[in-house]
T-cell receptor
Framework: DAGVIQSPRHEVTEMGQEVTLRCKPI?????LFWYRQTMMRGLELLIY????????DSGMPEDRFSAKMPNASFSTLKIQPSEPRDSAVYFC???????????????FGSGTQLSVL | ELKVEQNPLFLSMQEEKNYTIYCNYS?????LYWYRQDPGKSLESLFV?????AVKQEGRLMASLDTKARLSTLHITAAVHDLSATYFC?????????????FGTGTRLTVIP
């Protein structure tokens, strides 16, 4: 099992540019989460998909942020236009929900370090 | 919203010493997780605690849960350098699912030889 795969690992861009982060969840998992980690705010949930459908996007900070999950094996988080305050590590995580508590352990990807200059 | 507080935020300890990290949360929960994060790396699940009085141990780490006190502890026994990392507790709001997982601020542990 390759685990949750994120790309790119590092992204440096200029303010105003569009940024797309990608995630491939673990095969068979039906729930996918996008988190943002900063020193000031810690880990924050941005959006949660279940069976490819966005269930809870209340954590998405602004309309500049959007996320899609076109199929069970791929999700994107897009920021357009990007701003310096978006600089953070963005994690994708997946799990299998609905099968009992012990299995609802989140498996995290390696994260994307985003720097917006 | 569920608030999760950890203390200490930073912990520097010598090898072979024992110490405890505390995790307090504000409302009723039925699941608590401990995660480890190495610098520049992802989060790795260590323990899942599901009931009052639950205790899990692996190696030099032992986690416990007191749901009445809304408190979990992560005890480190005879610390070694390899345990240096940031440790997070995370709590699920009772009756909800993984989308209501709230993370603590993290405790950055440094084990000094």
């Amino acid at each position: 099992d390759a685990g949750v795969i994120q790309s790119p690992r590092h992204e440096v861009t200029e303010m105003g540019q569009e940024v797309t982060l990608r995630c491939k969840p673990i095969s068979g998992h039906n729930s996918l989460f996008w988190y943002r980690q900063t020193m000031m705010r810690g880990l924050e949930l941005l959006i949660y998909f279940n069976n490819n459908v966005p269930i809870d996007d209340s954590g998405m900070p602004e309309d500049r942020f959007s996320a899609k999950m076109p199929n069970a094996s791929f999700s994107t988080l897009k920021i357009q236009p990007s701003e310096p305050r978006d600089s953070a590590v963005y994690f994708c995580a997946s799990t299998l929900t609905g099968t009992g508590w012990p299995r609802e352990k989140l498996f995290f990807g390696s994260g994307t370090q985003l720097s917006v200059l | 919203e569920l608030k999760v507080e950890q203390n200490p935020l930073f912990l520097s300890m010598q090898e072979e010493k024992n110490y405890t990290i505390y995790c307090n949360y504000s409302t009723t929960s039925d699941r608590l997780y401990w995660y480890r994060q190495d610098p520049g790396k992802s989060l790795e699940s260590l323990f899942v605690l599901l009931s009052n009085g639950a205790v899990k141990q692996e190696g030099r780490l032992m986690a416990s849960l007191d749901t009445k006190a809304r408190l979990s502890t992560l005890h480190i026994t005879a610390a070694v350098h390899d345990l240096s990392a940031t440790y997070f507790c995370a709590v699920v709001l009772r009756g909800t699912g993984a989308n209501n997982l709230f993370f603590g601020t993290g405790t950055r542990l440094t084990v000094i030889p």
